[in-house]
């Protein structure tokens, strides 16, 4: 079992950055992808990135790829959502999340098994 604690989340003005951190409890943080959800009020919660259990291998909705990059400290036992560019319609609350199955990363929220508390991010017009 792995618990998940997400951090950086804030208001920031459109075209803005922000960093989100993910600290994972446990001993076996590399057996787990890793990926990034967001919901936003009155939504469905939507697939982010999502990385592979080595990094090697990086996944992203079409609407952040090329502004957001995901990334992991499997020493550290974090990952990481480097968002630049920010828009308005980023605005969700940000949920880091945990796939302990054996196969290939999941870019849909059912494919995880935990998930922190979120992390909420505001973007400004």
């Known amino acids: 079992q792995v618990q998940l604690v997400e951090s950086g989340g804030g208001l920031v003005q459109a075209g803005g950055s922000l960093r989100l951190s993910c600290a994972a409890s446990?001993?076996?943080?590399?057996?787990?992808?890793m990926g990034w959800f967001r919901q936003a009020p009155g939504k469905e919660r939507q697939f982010v990135a999502a990385?592979?259990?080595?990094?090697?291998?990086?996944y992203y909705a079409d609407s952040v790829k090329g502004r957001f990059t995901i990334s992991r400290d499997n020493a550290k036992n974090t990952v990481h959502l480097e968002m630049n560019s920010l828009k308005p319609e980023d605005t969700a609350v940000y949920y880091c999340?945990?796939?302990?199955?054996?196969?290939?990363?999941?870019?849909?929220?059912?494919?995880?098994?935990?998930w922190g508390q979120g992390t909420q991010v505001t973007v400004s017009s």
């Open positions: 446990g001993r076996t943080f590399s057996s787990y992808a």
């Open positions: 999340a945990a796939d302990s199955s054996p196969k290939g990363v999941g870019v849909r929220s059912y494919e995880y098994d935990y």
């Open positions: 990385i592979s259990r080595k990094g090697s291998s990086t």
